[in-house]
């Protein structure tokens, strides 16, 4: 029986919601570009993993799992990061792949060297700048997007405000190099980054789980018509999440914990 088949005698009890957390750890599954067979010492790894984390019971009440299941997710893509630097195998891969909040995040096992490029300014496109990027007010691009777009408490009204690639992603631009990005987190991955050693880190900070990405590193994007890669430029430090089905990116705070303060003052 294959391991996505139900059981007839284990779904009786199971609580509301778990069906959609198991499809989308399945989904994050079909999304990574391994090696395989898997070698022995990735699964002894994997093993000594899940017997050092506590159980969670499946009596948890249903805000918390749904509340969590970008933690899980966000687990998921740390443990393969890590897995994949820690072993031979995964150091001889040429890249691993995966999605997390509509991002596309390239695992390399060489370190990414680079200074970061200034975030563009509203105004004439650049080759730094989104598809069809161009500045709008607050109110405008709500409009003209699908999605709810939220502005952080944190660092008050942005200075500019653009929508790129036909309402495909709201950006929000503050002094000092500070950028927010929101875009539809369900759909295939708009963003992509090159990353190497050090791996995202997972960061749980006033309220939200999210991913850290410590250094600078290529920032590009993902054409909707034929899936090229676009090249933009080297992105600083960046923190990425999902909230709502939403992908954000938040680049240029400085630090994680900061990040995640502001990440949590999206009202």
């Given amino acids: 029986m294959s391991s996505r088949e139900p059981h007839d005698d284990d779904r009786g009890d199971e609580p509301v919601g778990f069906g959609d957390l198991e499809a989308e750890l399945f989904a994050l599954g079909d999304s990574l570009d391994v090696p395989a067979p898997p070698p022995a010492d990735v699964a002894a790894a994997v093993r000594a993993r899940l017997a050092d984390s506590p159980a969670s019971p499946v009596t948890r009440p249903l805000r918390r799992r749904r509340g969590r299941r970008w933690a899980v997710v966000a687990a998921v893509v740390i443990a393969v990061a890590a897995l994949t630097a820690a072993t031979p195998q995964g150091r001889a891969a040429v890249a691993q792949i995966l999605r997390y909040a509509g ?12 200074a970061p490029t200034p975030t563009p300014a509203a105004g004439a496109p650049t080759t730094t700048s989104l598809p069809g990027e161009h500045a709008v007010t607050l109110a405008q691009a709500r409009a003209m997007v699908r999605f709810p777009v939220r502005t952080p408490a944190a660092l008050g009204a942005p200075d500019t405000v653009t929508v790129a690639d036909g309402g495909r992603v709201v950006s ?3 002094p ?5 990005d929101q875009f539809d987190g369900t759909i295939s991955p708009y963003l992509w980054k090159q990353l190497g050693p050090p791996f995202p880190e997972e960061v749980h900070a006033a309220g939200v789980d999210a991913l850290w990405i410590g250094g600078a590193h290529p920032l590009g994007y ?7 890669s ?10 990425i999440w999902a909230s709502g089905g939403v992908g954000h990116r938040l680049e240029g705070a400085g ?3 900061r990040a995640a303060r502001i990440a949590a ?3």
Avoid: H
């Fill in 172 to 174: 929000m631009l503050w």
């Fill in 176 to 180: 000092g190099g500070l950028r927010l």
């Fill in 103 to 114: 991002i596309e995040l390239r695992l390399g096992a060489t370190p990414v060297t680079g």
């Fill in 255 to 257: 630090d994680k914990n």
């Fill in 230 to 239: 676009v090249p933009l430029r080297q992105a600083a430090p960046t923190l």
């Fill in 222 to 228: 993902i054409k909707r018509e034929d899936g090229t």
């Fill in 265 to 267: 003052s999206l009202r």
